[in-house]
């Protein structure tokens, strides 16, 4: 056995010697190993008391720790001896050790004493759960030690004793026990800054003010959304709107004959959004050039909520670093940053800082000094970055949250599987990030569930709720590109608050379905109106809605008007309102009798993701009840159904996609474990995906194709072509994605 004891006044002295070289009682040494839960063979460094120190046997004989010779430091005998290790971090934080007894907890292991309250002195207990007495504990900080005494884990929070003086408070102690003091002089204070291994000073996190209302003003006043109002006709061309939102409408067929009724029969709504007033043509573009675009483009308010907890030491821990100085770096001066990061507590690293030269460097210092240990609170860490955006005193025209977590959440009572979770989860999640919400500013949180371990089903109804989206991250070196994606599209944002009306003009003419996925959808009581709440577009960004009416027989016209779209949205930079019709009246020919026709390509497309969709919902329904065979045999019959589209026959890219991604999500539901641990992630990002009609990563992405879905945006991809070419600089770099439109061009509207 070897033991370290220090002492308050700086003596050390040191017992190398087995319990009959040791002068210690039998039950003091008995609740020495009790105390720091460890084997006989077991090395620690001990605060202690000096009036309860052991009288020290002579030294050991030279040849008995022989073995040992090599490591430092060296005991007052001469002979080095092992110094203490820190455990692995797990996702529920340090641990004590297996062999540790429940009777640890009621000894301090300083002065060996019995921790019961009531005795006139308090219990602090330390983050890692070890507790001792509050002076004990105190005493030991006061010489520079920063860690738990028993785990060695460290601590943000020091225990410290105020030097307040007796008579200050008017009363005196009369107890001769030296432990035995006034408690209301304990404190908790913060440690001073720690000198990084590089030689910058990590900040440490001060008291966090009670609001977050010290956010850096914004650059870029909005004008008042009164203050104009355009629409097509006489629409603003002053370098910002100088296109509108695109309108298209497509029938199923072109013509229905006079005598023929016709129920369910579809007609796609196509959006999509203009371009960037100034977009980089490649990922090479800086100086006058990027400072121009992010001059042009609506400011963003970006506040990330990044897990800490034990389970992202090492490689996860730095990849996070890295992927978020990518992130730092691509934001523009008029964009604030906050980071929120999260272990069994929620901290403000920093509070919303423009991105200028200054605020990236003291950002990109901060990020670089989170370190990992603890559980995981996820709800915590979500409502403090909700509060930094509603306390926050200015207001960029664009908000957002990004949340990563690579774990289930370890306060709160939900089953990581279930489905049972979610409607716990609901009642956890602040408000104002529910896009019902009394709240004005729509703030979604777009989450990133990483590794098999993360909570899947909590990670995607958070993004569900709050109108982000769920990716899957199954490869750790794919975190930034994934984060590149993300914000690829989050500084494109060109069209806000977007809502699409529509209107039968035959009055025989009944709405029976509004599919828009998960899109806040109302239809009035008598279904001739209803109205899609489609919030903001990234630039070039594309939305089909695809609605059915019954068509009545018409034997006196030979045409009949079916219905009227209307758009009204936001302009994020000049904050104008601007009014959109389609070109022209929906209408289909009726003429006598109609020989075969073909069915319209585009509305047969969005069919095909619809039905896919739907087979995929179904599919992760069964998998959850353990039915993996009736799942996999859902999405068989959706991907035999696609193939006998016309559009799928005609090798549209989409149905390319839809088809291999159910493929892949039958290949993950193999079995049960192969589905916990990557399948149902799997799935439910893909749900995401297809439910906002918004990109996502998901599962291994190393390979670029990966990446290459039906709905990224040029932004999106220069964004990841980005961050693949700064990892790799050689000539040997990953294939750049493809700076094209999602799909082919279009066919023109029937």
């Not at 940053?337 to 200054?358: D, G, H, P, Q």
Request: net charge positive.
């Amino acid at each position: 056995m070897h033991l370290d004891f220090h002492l308050n006044r700086g003596n050390k002295f040191c017992v190398c010697s087995s319990l009959s070289r040791v002068k210690m009682v039998g039950s003091k040494w008995t609740k020495v190993k009790v105390a720091l839960g460890l084997k006989m063979n077991s090395c620690l460094y001990v605060s202690r008391m000096a009036e309860d120190l052991p009288a020290l046997a002579s030294p050991p004989p030279s040849g008995r720790f022989s073995d040992a010779s090599s490591l430092s430091p060296t005991c007052n005998s001469g002979h080095r001896v092992r110094m203490p290790t820190t455990p692995t971090p797990s996702s529920s934080g340090l641990r004590l050790p297996k062999h540790s007894t429940s009777k640890s907890s009621k000894i301090c292991a300083i002065c060996l004493a019995t921790l019961k309250p009531g005795r006139g002195h308090a219990i602090f207990t330390a983050e890692c759960s070890h507790m001792f007495h509050f002076h004990c504990i105190a005493s030991n900080s006061k010489h520079g030690h920063q860690s738990c005494p028993v785990c060695r884990a460290k601590w943000k929070e020091i225990p410290f004793q105020c030097p307040v003086s007796d008579k200050a408070h008017g009363r005196s102690r009369t107890s001769n026990v030296p432990w035995l003091q006034d408690d209301s002089w304990t404190t908790v204070i913060r440690p001073s800054p720690r000198v990084a291994s590089n030689g910058n000073v990590a900040p440490f996190h001060s008291a966090e003010p009670h609001l977050f209302d010290d956010d850096d003003e914004v650059t870029i006043q909005q004008p008042s959304a009164n203050q104009n109002t355009a629409t097509v006709d006489n629409f603003d061309d002053d370098g910002h709107l100088n296109e509108a939102v695109e309108v298209k409408t497509y029938t199923e067929l072109s013509a229905v004959s006079k005598f023929t009724s016709h129920k369910g029969f579809s007609v796609l709504i196509h959006l999509k959004a203009p371009a960037k007033t100034l977009s980089p043509q490649n990922s090479t573009i800086d100086g006058e050039g990027l400072s121009l675009m992010h001059q042009n483009r609506a400011p963003v308010d970006l506040v990330a909520v990044l897990d800490v907890s034990g389970s992202m030491a090492g490689t996860k821990l730095a990849l996070l670093k890295r992927a978020m100085g990518f992130v730092i770096q691509n934001l523009g001066p008029h964009d604030r940053l906050s980071v929120i990061s999260f272990s069994s507590i929620a901290r403000r690293i920093f509070s919303l800082r423009r991105m200028t030269e200054t605020g990236r460097n003291e950002s990109i210092q901060a990020v670089n000094s989170l370190t990992s240990n603890g559980g995981t609170n996820i709800a915590e860490g979500l409502r403090k970055a909700a509060k930094v955006m509603t306390d926050r005193k200015w207001k960029n025209p664009v908000s957002s949250m990004i949340l990563l977590s690579d774990g289930q959440d370890t306060y709160s009572n939900t089953s990581p599987s279930g489905a049972s979770s979610c409607s716990d989860y609901h009642s956890l999640l602040p408000v104002s990030i529910h896009p019902d919400s009394a709240s004005s500013v729509r703030i979604p949180v777009h989450t990133f569930g990483f590794g098999a371990d993360h909570d899947a089903v909590l990670m995607h109804l958070i993004s569900e709720t709050s109108g982000g989206t769920f990716s899957f991250i199954e490869a750790e070196s794919v975190i930034q590109d994934a984060f590149a994606q993300c914000i690829g599209g989050l500084l494109s944002v060109i069209v806000q608050d977007l809502k699409v009306e529509v209107e039968c003009i035959d009055p025989l003419i009944r709405f029976n379905r509004l599919q828009s996925g998960s899109y806040k959808t109302i239809l009035d009581s008598d279904k001739r109106k209803g109205s899609i709440d489609v919030g903001d577009l990234y630039a070039e960004e594309e939305r089909d809605f695809l609605l059915t009416i019954d068509i009545p027989i018409d034997e006196f016209h030979d045409e009949t008007s079916l219905l009227q779209v209307r758009c009204e949205y936001r302009h994020p930079v000049t904050n104008k309102i601007v009014i959109l019709y389609a070109a022209s009246e929906v209408k289909i020919l009726r003429p006598l009798e109609t020989g075969p026709l073909l069915v319209s390509m585009e509305v047969d497309k969005q069919r095909n993701r619809l039905r896919s969709a739907e087979a995929m919902a179904e599919a992760k329904a069964a998998a959850d009840q353990g039915d993996l065979t009736t799942a996999v045999s859902i999405l068989e019959k959706c991907r035999k159904k696609l193939s006998e589209t016309v559009s799928s026959r005609a090798g549209d890219r989409l149905c390319l996609v839809l088809d291999a991604e159910l493929r892949e999500m039958q290949e993950r539901m193999a079995n049960r474990k192969v589905y916990e641990t990557s399948g149902r992630a799997y799935v439910l990002s893909g749900l995401s995906s297809h439910s906002w009609q918004r990109a996502t990563a998901r599962g291994d992405s190393t390979d670029s194709t990966s990446l290459v879905q039906a709905y990224q945006t040029p932004s999106m991809v220069n964004m990841v072509n980005l961050s693949q070419t700064m990892i790799f600089r050689s000539s040997s770099t990953r294939p750049a994605l493809r700076s094209a439109l999602s799909f082919p061009a279009r066919a023109q509207p029937r």
